[in-house]
């Protein structure tokens, strides 16, 4: 079994802060056509399921998704102790001052990486607070890494650590939620089929990232 050497150092710093903004902007523009097509192929389902095999039309998908209520994620990061409370999606799209702030919250601590977060990731961390119900924010152990980080991580945790990371693309996370056994967390997260699930019971943390469906 894995083991991630994240789990292992919780501080208390608070770091600057640098990002590509450029790279975000480029990263969430792609996301908001792909999550458009999406959103309307998954209202359209959702309305053969309801409605008796009646698709929506682009414009009823469209007018669906503003009046669907926003997304609102709270996170704590257990590493420099940074929490946040963001609407990251509202009216049909995400919202990119939002996302940037979840993003600087999920950065790579050891040297203060800042990467864009894979918006399929913020919502399926969102789906799981929903899933078991949580008020309170969900703990961080690790969020984005570097190709540097994770080298270091790597050569000192042998083959804990996966060289070819999801981390590394902002694509994963791993995480606890205070007054839930790790069992339980990895449970709902199993349920919910968005990628791959790690559990992680001697470090207490659930691993979730949107690759392939997996789990281990």
């Keep these: 079994m894995m083991k991630d050497a994240d789990a292992r150092s919780i501080t208390t710093a608070r770091p600057s802060v640098g990002e590509s903004h450029a790279t975000e902007r480029h990263h969430l523009d792609r996301c908001h056509l ?26 009823e998908a469209e007018a669906a998704a503003l009046r669907a209520p926003p997304r609102v994620l709270s996170l704590v990061n257990l590493h420099t102790g940074e929490r946040i409370s963001a609407e990251y999606w509202s009216r049909g799209k995400y919202v990119r001052d939002a996302m940037r ?47 540097e980080t994770n080298a270091m991580l790597r050569e000192a945790d042998g083959s804990g650590v996966a060289q070819n990371s999801y981390h590394m693309r902002g694509m994963a996370i791993d995480l606890r939620v205070q007054g839930l056994s790790t069992r339980q967390l990895q449970r709902a997260a199993l349920s919910l089929r968005g990628g791959g699930v790690g559990y992680y019971p001697d470090s207490n943390f659930v691993h979730v990232d949107v690759g392939p469906l997996r789990h281990w």
């Design 34 to 59: 792909d999550r458009r097509h999406l959103l309307r192929a998954g209202l359209g389902l959702a309305a053969v399921a309801s409605a008796g095999a009646t698709l929506l039309t682009s414009e």
């Design 101 to 147: 702030a979840l993003n600087r919250v999920l950065r790579d601590h050891h040297n203060n990486s800042v990467h864009a977060m894979d918006p399929k990731l913020i919502d399926l961390v969102h789906s799981l607070s929903r899933k078991i119900n949580r008020r309170g924010p969900i703990e961080i152990v690790s969020g984005y890494r570097s190709p």
